[in-house]
T-cell receptor, first 112, second 113 residues
Framework: NAGVTQTPKFHILKIGQSMTLQCTQD?????MYWYRQDPGMGLKLIYY???????DKGEVPNGYNVSRSTTEDFPLRLELAAPSQTSVYFC???????????FGSGTRLTVV | GQQLNQSPQSMFIQEGEDVSMNCTSS?????WLWYKQDPGEGPVLLIA?????ELTSNGRLTAQFGITRKDSFLNISASIPSDVGIYFC?????????????FGKGTLLTVNP
């Protein structure tokens, strides 16, 4: 079982560039989430989805976009990268509300 | 929004010692979860608590769901070097639309062999 797979593991992006962080899960989970983790700040929710075709903003959505065309995939898009978006990004999924999350191993992004 | 205060922020202990960390919230939760994050990896679920007053163990780990539903603690007994990592508490309300996890800022645990 692969669980939640994130790609790439590392990336360096120039200011103003765009990129998509990929996330896919093979557990047929309805709920998927994107978090960013900054040192000493815990995990902040960027966007989440309760099923294919349904997405909603989390706590820190500015500068990001998401789509959920299939149950398996939940890509995160950065349109105009800024240094403040330097962070470690985690994708997670859960079977339903009330269940714990399964996390991917993260994407470490540096914007220079 | 809901806030979780997790303490301590960091701990430096000797191998074999017991560890205790806790989380308090400004509002109640239906579920408390404890995660561990190893360096370079995503958080992994350790223990899930679903009922106020519940005490659950997973090997050397024991966690409790506070009876007020606003707090939880995690104990690690007889620590070993592989216990090193960041421990996160998380609270969740499974009713209505407010079911997302709220995370504490983490406790960084260092174990000296």
């Amino acid at each position: 079982n692969a669980g939640v797979t994130q790609t790439p593991k590392f990336h360096i992006l120039k200011i103003g560039q765009s990129m998509t962080l990929q996330c896919t899960q093979d557990m047929n989970h309805n709920y998927m989430y994107w978090y960013r983790q900054d040192p000493g700040m815990g995990l902040k929710l960027i966007y989440y989805s309760v099923g294919a075709g349904i997405t909603d903003k989390g706590e820190v959505p500015n500068g990001y976009n998401v789509s959920r065309s299939t149950t398996e995939d939940f890509p995160l898009r950065l349109e105009l990268a800024a240094p403040s978006q330097t962070s470690v990004y985690f994708c997670a999924s859960s079977r339903d509300r009330g269940y714990g999350y399964t996390f991917g191993s993260g994407t470490r992004l540096t914007v220079v | 929004g809901q806030q979780l205060n997790q303490s301590p922020q960091s701990m430096f202990i000797q191998e074999g010692e017991d560890v205790s960390m806790n989380c308090t919230s400004s509002s109640i939760f239906n579920t408390w979860l404890w995660y561990k994050q190893d360096p370079g990896e995503g958080p992994v679920l350790l223990i899930a608590l679903y009922k106020a007053g519940e005490l659950t163990s997973n090997g050397r780990l024991t966690a409790q769901f506070g009876i007020t539903r606003k707090d939880s603690f995690l104990n690690i007994s007889a620590s070993i070097p592989s216990d090193v990592g960041i421990y996160f508490c998380a609270g969740q309300n499974s009713g209505g639309s407010n079911y997302k996890l709220t995370f504490g800022k983490g406790t960084l645990l260092t174990v000296n062999p």
